[in-house]
């Protein structure tokens, strides 16, 4: 997604507190939220998500008055951030995410005696999450990087987004009610954001937004005397390939379902199709042509998408490469999303790759391609991206799917469905290589995004009274332990066959 | 550690792969590698082991000739390389590391409805491989880096220390018998690491040396187009703290253990103890004297180590708040050890902190407390660290326990015991807060190495037959699957109490 603009010059928003006030009562906070029974920290998850629900009313008007986004999106919004908290609070309880390891003692190992040897993960300190424009819930105050911080015991420093000041004091207002001092502090403004980067008490970083903003945070974390993990969600272009057998079999089914996943939000989702591939026979031309255009124009986040948009979109309407299938009238105008279509070949892909450039709103480009070598040669050159799609038939295109899926490369691998909609679930991965995230390892989306906060501890010959709760033999938090890798009693699946060798 | 030396410029050393070369061969390999069932991938793993078994006597000889280590030393240095590898061997028979989760498909899910999805970890892709000085079999080119790379079916590009150029050839021929082409190469010189770290085909890297060689590779990392993770195992202080209970009960017994472990292999490993807190009163200063003055000097692993051993304790030695309670005779010999021990208070650490830097051989600094308050103020300040000791009593310093391990930051807290020796279990954590590891979430030593090399995909509504087999609802591979975040069936031990509120 574009950029957020610089902070407005009126002063509007309310007083921030400095980076450095806010990071130091995260610094205070952070014991005491480490230290309480998971039971009660799963507790303050749930009464988030239950404030949430008491003030969706007042927090759906506000939200809508800074983001435009519409009463029925924004409620839909807020019960997806409730049922993030409710996961996380379930993680917690179960305390499967502390993955803790038991490696008893044993004498007669070799080459040496080994000792008693406990791992657990423990909260990595106060953290920083820098909200996105177009989330103003499930990614922004009490979205799913805070709600996996808290999940994982540290206090979060938001950075506030520009395109919505209000809505973030009034959820850490109401967040206050529930949370100890200090778990959740909201600031604003760029140059303090980029102060709580550096802070010295800011132990971990996480971001949604841009890639040229995200790459600035992270090349300042990196640049700190003591170096900070950096999670950032950055840019994707989300291709989706379609089989010939698919396309004969329902192309017209996948050009609407397909226009309906680009221009979903007006485009303004990270998840967005931005690239097509059909069939350079596919004889879909004026189809993508008439349901584009049935398309109404809509009011973007904020001008600066729109500017943003629209100037990317100018320079793929004027690239030679590139040919226009719909252009929405009205594109000079920063206020309103102008929905289009573009088409080039695979080859003019390979030979122009600037053209693989997200275009953050409801534009996308389609690629036809000769052959499968011609679409796989072009595949292969694709940036890392958080999805892949992949439309075909089964069995048919079984063998032409598996060379798909292994030239594509993504965070996530979708078939005969579409990337819009990420669905909060223990096994959601968001993320993927670069320039999709900055880490490859990490997700900012599903039940594992817990594991960015916590780092592993290693306890030698430690006595049962010393070791924190989750690693003591009598188990008083009733927490998954692996001894000596595995847990005790039934740990292959009951259905287990054989394995193969093959 | 200190910085490795310049290379030689007599070109004594093999004929090296150019980085660009050892690179595209991984690149190939990778496909290959990331194919293999997971039981022919342990199945190198096992042979590699065997290979070193095999030709012990010959790399014994060439070892000792190249780093002055000691046949006893070196032969159970390839004891544990090979137990190493047999232990990755076994986690990827089990096929846990995978991290295999499927969530279901849930219609009635709210707020809408969950596809089906499913998430494994996949390699990701060709690794370099910086290898250590002071292990030249440990941690080198059959080393955990290495054999954590392959269990998770990345190739490995090895850049072979200076120290022991010979050997690393050698090694990589034995396991040349072994491995698929491009599955393990090695490389020589520095500027070639420096290009291995920006080539385009190396997906991550692994790194154990100084913290000034460690930070600039980091960097590197950093700035290219495409960031890559870079975990580094760098320095650390390893302080060892000794209560009052402790030191009056047997703190003769702890005088001789710490000398011991302060001047094992001539103190060049990374988990020394540089830091002894005592009580002011200890009255144990003869006995450290008599302990430190009786370990003969002995050669070091390279010039290189002596000239920075040598330039480090010379500025302890002179520092007017460090009192040298023993220096070796010869201390100006840059290819032999001269055991050192000085002294200095709390307070004097806290006024001082240039104090805490890492003198890699056998020197270390006792530091006197008066107080607790005296104590805990000055582990405060301490830099994070691979290690952490206490010495202590039980149940009599429980309370005092708890303040020093909440104070202490470090990757393995150990009681009673020492750090050096690191045990290669499942649960070993062998990392920590910076500067002792570029990331505190991963480890080089133990089960979970083999998590820096994998990146998850998340699979959406993908039919069984194009699912990668651990993720097949049939589960082929018998690999443990988790669903909906649960084990099915016993997931919970046996032996479980009820949750402990308090």
């Known amino acids: 997604m574009p950029a957020a603009p610089a902070p407005s010059p009126d002063g509007a928003s309310p007083p921030a507190s400095t980076a450095a006030d806010a990071s130091a009562q995260a610094g205070t906070a952070a014991p005491e939220l480490a230290a309480l029974p998971l039971s009660v920290r799963a507790g303050l998850l749930r009464a988030l998500a239950r404030t949430l629900g008491e003030h969706a009313g007042v927090l759906v008007d506000v939200a809508d008055g800074e983001t435009r986004l519409g009463a029925e999106r924004l409620s839909g919004e807020i019960r997806r951030t409730q049922a993030q908290l409710r996961m996380f609070a379930d993680i917690v309880e179960t305390g499967a995410f502390l993955d803790v390891m038991i490696d008893p003692p044993d004498p007669a190992a070799q080459p040496a005696p ?122 994707s272009l989300n291709p989706v390939v379609v089989t010939p057998g698919a396309c004969a079999e329902r192309g017209a089914d996948i050009v609407r379902e397909y226009i309906a996943s680009v221009t979903l939000g007006q485009g303004q989702f990270c998840t967005k199709p931005g690239l097509l591939f059909l069939p350079a026979d596919h004889g879909l031309e004026e189809l993508l042509r008439r349901e584009i255009a049935a398309v109404p124009p809509a009011p973007l986040l904020g001008d600066w998408i729109g500017t943003a948009y629209h100037a990317t979109l100018e320079e793929l309407v004027t690239h030679p490469a590139a040919r226009t299938l719909h252009l929405t009238p ?77 030239a594509l490369s993504a965070g996530r691998l979708i078939w005969n469905s579409w990337p819009t909609g990420v669905a909060v679930t223990h096994a959601m991965h968001h993320g993927g290589p670069w320039p999709s995230a900055t880490s490859p390892l990490h997700t900012s989306v599903g039940g594992t995004a817990v594991a960015r906060w916590m780092r592993p501890v290693a306890y030698q010959n430690m006595p049962e009274a010393l070791l924190p709760e989750p690693l003591r033999s009598t188990n008083p938090w009733n927490v998954p332990q692996r001894v000596n890798g595995e847990f005790p009693g039934q740990w292959r699946p009951a259905r287990a066959t054989t394995v193969s060798e093959s």
Do not use: W
């Open 114 to 235: 080994r000792p008693d040897i406990r791992r657990m993960l423990v909260p990595l300190g106060p953290v920083a999450v820098f909200s996105a424009s177009n989330f103003p819930f499930a990614f922004s105050v009490l979205g799913g990087d805070t709600a996996s911080a808290l999940a994982a015991g540290c206090p979060v420093v938001v950075k506030a987004h520009e395109g919505h000041p209000g809505l973030s004091d009034l959820t850490r207002d109401l967040a206050a009610g529930v949370l100890p001092t200090g778990a959740l502090t909201v600031v604003h403004g760029r140059e303090t954001g980029r102060a709580l980067v550096t802070d010295p008490a800011i132990r971990a970083v996480g971001f949604t937004g841009s890639t040229s903003g995200g790459r600035a945070l992270f090349d300042l974390a990196g640049s700190r005397p003591d170096p900070i993990p950096f999670y950032g969600e950055l840019g």
């Open 330 to 406: 009205g594109h000079d105008d920063p206020r309103t999303s102008a929905p289009a279509l573009l088409t080039t070949t695979a080859e003019g892909v390979r030979a122009h790759p600037e053209l693989l450039r997200e275009c953050f709103g409801p534009a996308s480009l389609v690629v036809t391609y000769t052959s499968a070598d011609d679409l796989l040669d072009t595949l292969h050159i694709l940036p890392g991206g958080l999805t892949a799609t992949i439309h075909g038939q089964e069995p048919q295109d079984e063998t032409l799917a598996h060379r798909l899926s292994a």
